[in-house]
């Protein structure tokens, strides 16, 4: 069964960054594209940010796009997301999973909240 535990978030200034960090249980990690979500209050979960189960190919929310950096480590397990020139429009709990649909179970994301 694969698991995710979200880490990294936290209050920023606007203009400020974060790194976001997922890592994932499961042998089966390495041959899934994975993304980043984002949910913020009252609205439905997006996807920001995807890469390529070898990642080399992102693919990134118009929203983003010039800002978000998402990169994976297959021998960690992990997917990163690294978010730069934060504004009031990100903040909102951040997940990752796969990108394709069904996603495994959902992990308890990690808050992003811009501080202005």
């Known amino acids: 069964q694969v698991q995710f535990v979200e880490s990294g978030g936290g209050l920023v200034q606007p203009g400020g960054s974060l790194r976001l960090s997922c890592a994932v249980s499961?042998?089966?990690?390495?041959?899934?594209?994975m993304g980043w979500y984002r949910q913020a209050p009252g609205k439905q979960r997006e996807l920001v940010a995807r890469?390529?189960?070898?990642?080399?190919?992102?693919n990134y929310a118009d929203s983003v796009k010039g800002r978000f950096t998402i990169s994976r480590d297959n021998a960690k397990k992990t997917v990163y997301l690294q978010m730069n020139s934060l504004n009031s429009e990100d903040t909102a709990v951040y997940y990752c999973?796969?990108?394709?649909?069904?996603?495994?179970?959902w992990g308890q994301g990690t808050q992003v909240t811009d501080s202005s």
């Open positions: 999973n796969k990108d394709s649909f069904p996603q495994w179970t």
């Open positions: 499961g042998s089966i990690f390495s041959i899934y594209a």
């Open positions: 890469i390529s189960s070898g990642g080399g190919t992102t």
